[in-house]
């Protein structure tokens, strides 16, 4: 009976990953609560998943990246790439080799974040679409994190499991397959993958052409605006918004919404043209008399951004990250102005523009927002709203000391646990961090802001729920159906198989929720089919990290959709392939290295 019941529990759980109606972390909080309640999963152990070493371990990587990215040493190394040719195949070689080996070390998210503004300046240089960089770029971050057992959350799992005949992997026992697999990877997007993306950079452009729907309108003596708040104003016409003021010689972008409306002023309003005709009528304004119209265009096009930028604000194009605090909001739920002094000028999703009731949109992980923000508080302002600037930063070129002092903390961690054998890596890479706050390379603060409390919620509730599937026997009863098709077959095929039943489930779910379901399942059909354990572990740690099919699989993914205007049917024609070039590398590594 208990077998049904965890069965029945990991459907619900399943279905609810593959939905994104609810948040993964309160999936798993579900259901590892409703097993304790059924006493499945002994009560007094319902949380002690969140003692974990692999939780600690992936806290304190999450750490140790942001202290490593605040150093500067990957912005030193991004600063080179600008150097290689100008050719795709060259220009996505060098992106994604830098990316994949940043993530070997650091937070996959975290590697791709600090390169995607370098890349789309070299492609803009290179006078070739973004598009067709970005998505290779995610994807490398996704190869690179196979190659240690610290690049992603999956190896750090898989590297704590035990079982009678294996003692569990160590730092770089991932190494000789996952180079393999990130190598021929890497060769297969710069040779061929790019070709298969489409590319929409006209209709991305058009996406933030702001100056067709921004308005210069005066409010005349005697106007029924004058004495009114802007807020009125705004509320009067939904699909309208003030973005700028003028009063005299001064300009005030992003006006409060208490402003009141005085004879003389100008607003600067953002709408499409009926709006603003319907609006003038109604309100007693008056147009501000047109260019010449020879010069219209280009004119248009410079003061569009000029007027909404000024020494105290900036005009910044950023992607929302997934987990940030504007995912699933709307600008005007948030408050966007009014709390953080924000005006939400554009959207751009898919590649195309959202125009509608802009300030009603619910944002989504992935789209591309034009906002007008406090240029002294920028990147603090959205750093707290979770997005990414796709501006190439200024190079944080901090001085060799810094480099030197975060390549010798982080160096001697992985002397200590990997190579020394003196201390286990959770504790090794939990000094690391630590010792990266004390020398000021990462404030507690950052710190606390670079943990994905969400995955480490996710972990928390799944491990109790996977020893559940192999304490009930639930996992034994799906490897018996695995077993009768690979029974008698080699150990490569049976690898293959691994592979693929990990790869499909990871591009449906959480990479890490994946890992800690199928590793009972790997370690039962080892036993079953009398094969090497480390083999098909080493399987469901490559399939687990083979997101490349769905946008959803992983927030690599998700965060290069909005910028290169990508479509969720666009990443099944680079992936699948890449996925069949991933079994035909990893099955016979895994066999050579592992069998």
């Not at 609560?33 to 692999?54: D, N, W």
């Not at 000391?401 to 646990?417: D, E, H, M, T």
């Not at 049976?494 to 929720?513: G, I, K, P, Q, R």
Request: with cysteine; aromatic share 6%; net charge negative.
């Amino acid at each position: 009976m208990d077998q049904w019941l965890v069965a029945a529990t990991l459907v619900v759980v399943l279905a609810a990953f593959v939905s994104g109606r609810v948040r993964y972390d309160m999936v798993a909080l579900g259901a590892v609560a409703f097993l304790a309640v059924l006493e499945i999963v002994p009560r007094g152990e319902a949380f002690a998943g969140f003692g974990h070493p692999a939780v600690i371990t992936v806290a304190a990587v999450l750490v140790v990246s942001r202290g490593l990215e605040n150093s500067g040493l990957v912005d030193l190394i991004a600063r080179f790439l600008g150097r290689f040719g100008r050719r795709p195949e060259t220009l996505v070689a060098s992106h994604a080799t830098v990316v994949a080996g940043a993530s070997g070390f650091m937070n996959n998210v975290g590697a791709l974040a600090l390169l995607m503004p370098v890349a789309i300046r070299v492609a803009r240089r290179a006078e070739h679409p973004r598009a067709i960089v970005l998505m290779p770029l995610a994807f490398a971050s996704l190869l690179g994190g196979m190659i240690t057992m610290i690049g992603t959350p999956p190896n750090i799992i898989i590297a704590s499991a035990r079982s009678d005949e294996f003692a569990g992997f160590s730092m770089f026992d991932f190494v000789p397959v996952g180079l393999a697999v990130a190598g021929a990877g890497i060769l297969y997007l710069a040779l061929v993958g790019w070709r298969f993306i489409p590319r929409r950079d006209e209709d991305y452009e058009a996406a933030f052409a702001i100056e067709g729907y921004l308005t210069e309108v005066e409010v005349p003596e005697g106007s029924s605006s004058a004495g009114k708040r802007i807020m009125e104003l705004e509320e009067s016409n939904g699909a309208l918004r003030v973005v700028a003021l003028i009063r005299g010689q001064r300009r005030v972008p992003v006006p409060s919404g208490f402003q009141v409306v005085s004879p003389g002023d100008v607003l600067v309003v953002e709408a499409d043209a009926d709006t603003v005709a319907e609006f003038v009528a109604d309100a007693g304004l008056a147009v501000v008399s047109e260019r010449e119209a020879a010069d219209e265009e280009e004119i248009a096009r410079a003061e569009g951004r000029e007027l909404l930028a000024s020494d105290e604000f900036e005009l910044v194009e950023v992607v929302v990250r997934p987990g940030g605090l504007l995912g699933g909001r709307s600008a005007s739920g948030l408050r966007l102005r009014e709390r953080f002094r924000v005006n939400l000028i554009a959207i751009a999703r898919s590649g195309g523009a959202v125009r509608l009731r802009l300030q009603d949109v619910e944002i989504r992980p992935g789209d591309v927002l034009l906002l007008q923000v406090p240029r002294e508080e920028a990147a603090a302002t959205l750093a707290l709203l979770g997005c990414l600037p796709l501006a190439e930063r200024g190079i944080r070129f901090r001085g060799q000391s810094r480099v030197l002092l975060a390549v010798v903390i982080f160096g001697g961690a992985l002397l200590a646990a990997a190579v020394l054998n003196l201390l286990p890596i959770q504790l090794a890479v939990t000094l690391a961090a630590l010792g990266m706050g004390a020398v000021g390379l990462v404030t507690l603060r950052e710190a606390y802001e670079a943990i994905d409390w969400p995955v480490l919620v996710l972990l928390g509730a799944m491990l109790p729920v996977g020893g559940a599937l192999e304490s009930t026997g639930a996992a034994a009863r799906v490897s018996d159906l695995l077993v009768v098709g690979a029974e008698g077959a080699p150990l490569i095929l049976v690898v293959a198989l691994v592979l693929f039943v990990s790869m499909m489930l990871s591009d449906v779910v959480n990479n890490a929720a994946a890992a800690v379901l199928l590793i009972p399942i790997a370690l039962s059909m080892a036993a079953g089919l009398n094969q090497p354990p480390p083999a098909l572990l080493m399987a469901v740690a490559v399939g687990a990290s083979s997101a490349f099919l769905t946008p959803i699989g992983h927030q690599s993914n998700v965060l290069v959709m909005g910028p290169g205007g990508y479509r969720f049917g666009d990443y099944w024609r680079v992936g699948l392939p890449l996925e069949a070039v991933i079994v035909a590398v990893a099955a016979p590594m895994i066999v050579l290295v592992w069998g």
